[in-house]
């Protein structure tokens, strides 16, 4: 009597997100600074 072992192929789990999160966090920290420089009064008024 013999045994097979079946081994599924790896996935990426994260997806597209996950390999590009250091993109995305870099994107959103310039979308953050330039927002913050064309409307200085918005943000001054959420940290109020």
């Known amino acids: 009597m013999s045994t097979q072992c079946e081994i599924a192929a790896s996935t990426d789990p994260l997806g597209t997100f996950g390999r590009y999160l250091t993109l995305w966090v870099a994107l959103c920290i310039a ?17 109020q």
């Open 31 to 47: 979308a953050g600074i330039g927002l913050g420089n064309l409307f200085p009064q918005g943000f001054a008024l959420l940290s």
